[in-house]
């Protein structure tokens, strides 16, 4: 199935039911391969004549069961984390009183990169790309994946910087490098290859000499979703313009649910959050509630505003 294994990340959740056309001469691969996958590919169709048949579109189109897509930009087939979604309009009018198109946004553990693909479609009123990002992981195949829906989806432009780094255990950040997991055996030891940065050294020093990219120091807005590095947390504001927002979404160990992964030490505790940055200075609390993956597992969504005079 050529090209299908690089593009799951842009295919609806596993329990949504879609539809999804063959060629008349490959029947049966695509839905195979899907169905074989757990996704659910209710509806099957092959092309033939009723692709160009223009009556059966003009009332697909006046039902409201087909759109036209004229900027012929690839569509998204699925919703991003429910915070963003819920929040972004209320973030969006806030930093753009402060600040011009396109807004900065940095996703932190950005994963095949869904949610950073559904910030980087949302236009202005004016059919301006409303911000450009650049994307973290420790994984190389992750932020692949992130280059790739972007690239697909006619974004690449607005992907500032793709970036493999770890973000370690002591809160520090290293660039990953190909063939170079960070450790290698000399006389019988491991021994770190490259050091760890501090996150403000990392990201206003560090990535800028290595990568020799614009990498903005600070941001409008940073996401981190279902990561944990619980020693980062601090530091995030200082990679925050003023009046800019911190998003986190994260598994909680919640008395009320029972699930086995993440493990409890790699969950927020309740309140956490709340804790932490309610003591900060210059920061304020917008969002803290318990919301459910689409599997029922419980996470606390979070927002936080750094004041604008920091
Ligand atoms: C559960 S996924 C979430 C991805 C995405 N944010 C989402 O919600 O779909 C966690 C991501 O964090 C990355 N990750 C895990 N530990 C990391 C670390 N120490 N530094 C950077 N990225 C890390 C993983 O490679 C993975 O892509």
């Known amino acids: ?27 049966g691969t695509a839905s195979q391969w ?60 806030e930093l753009r009183k402060l600040y011009r198109e396109p807004l900065s946004c940095l996703d932190i ?59 370690l255990v002591n809160g520090d950040w290293r660039l990953v490098e190909k063939g170079n997991p960070g450790l290698a055996v000399k006389d019988g030891q491991m021994e770190r290859l490259m050091p760890g940065y501090p996150t403000l050294q990392f990201f206003t020093q560090e990535i800028q000499r290595l990568l020799n990219h614009n ?28 009046g800019g927002f911190l998003i986190i979404s994260h598994f909680v160990d919640h008395e009320d649910y029972t699930y086995d992964q993440p493990r409890p030490e790699h969950r927020l505790q309740v309140n956490e959050l709340a804790n932490l940055y309610g003591s900060m200075p210059g920061i304020s609390i917008i969002v803290d509630k318990l919301e459910h993956v689409e599997d029922g597992r419980p996470v606390n969504s979070f927002i936080i505003r750094k004041d604008r005079g920091v």
Request: charged residues 20%.
């Open 1 to 27: 199935m050529p090209g299908l294994e690089y593009r799951c990340s842009e295919l609806p959740a596993k329990q949504w039911p879609f539809a999804i056309m063959e060629p008349l001469d490959h029947r």
């Open 34 to 93: 899907l169905t074989d996958r757990g996704w659910n590919c209710r509806w099957i169709f092959w092309e033939g004549d009723f692709i160009h048949n223009a009556e059966l579109w003009n009332d697909l189109q006046t039902l409201g069961l087909a759109e036209h897509n004229a900027s012929n930009q690839s569509w998204l087939l699925f919703t991003p984390c429910p915070i963003l979604e819920t929040s972004i309009d209320l973030v969006e009018t």
């Open 109 to 167: 553990g950005c994963g095949s990169g869904r949610d950073l693909a559904w910030l980087l479609a949302r236009k202005t009123d004016a059919n301006v790309p409303m911000w450009q990002a650049v994307a973290i992981d420790s994984s190389e195949g992750a932020v692949q994946r992130t280059r790739i829906i972007c690239k697909n989806m006619a974004m690449a432009n607005q992907l500032i910087s793709g970036i493999n780094a770890k973000v």
């Open 215 to 242: 990498i903005p120091p600070q941001y409008d807005m940073i996401i981190t979703i279902r990561f944990l590095v619980r020693s980062i947390l601090p530091q995030l504001p200082q990679l925050l313009k003023p």
